[in-house]
């Protein structure tokens, strides 16, 4: 059985007043406790299904990279990703160490694309594949 994709946690969704006014506080704010929280779940997801994934050679090489970059980058703990993860997940960073920004600049520098964050947060795993597949032919 495959697990399910990531989503953002109730108290993400509806953050109190005092949530609101503790983003950006080490140890007290939301969202640290949620990047934890999708770190602990993908590190103990199980096998991923092969067959859920494209089985488009291209795809598959696009996705691999990709996948070296959130591990790399935005420090996944493995590349235990689904094809329905949103991206807005995949490269938050609470951090403040501008994890999200490295990413996005490796992608767009491997593949000869112009992406933002904010077109990025709008995507799953796979549609982020697809948009680099129909707008990197520069790469192949």
Do not use: H
Request: proline share 6%.
């Amino acid at each position: 059985m495959n697990p399910i994709p990531f989503a953002w946690p109730e108290y993400c969704k509806n953050p109190s007043d005092f949530a609101k006014a503790m983003v950006g506080m080490p140890f007290i704010c939301i969202y640290k406790r949620a990047y934890r929280q999708f770190r602990k779940e993908q590190k103990e997801r199980g096998d991923i299904d092969p067959a859920i994934w494209a089985s488009d050679e291209l795809e598959c090489w696009i996705r691999g990279i990709v996948d070296d970059i959130l591990v790399n980058e935005m420090e996944w703990v493995n590349t235990r990703f689904l094809p329905d993860d949103p991206c807005d997940i995949l490269f938050f960073d609470p951090t403040m160490d501008l994890l999200a920004a490295g990413a996005l600049m490796a992608i767009q520098s491997r593949f000869r694309i112009d992406i933002s964050i904010t077109d990025l947060s709008r995507l799953t795993y796979i549609q982020l594949v697809e948009f680099i597949r129909k707008r990197s032919n520069q790469c192949f």
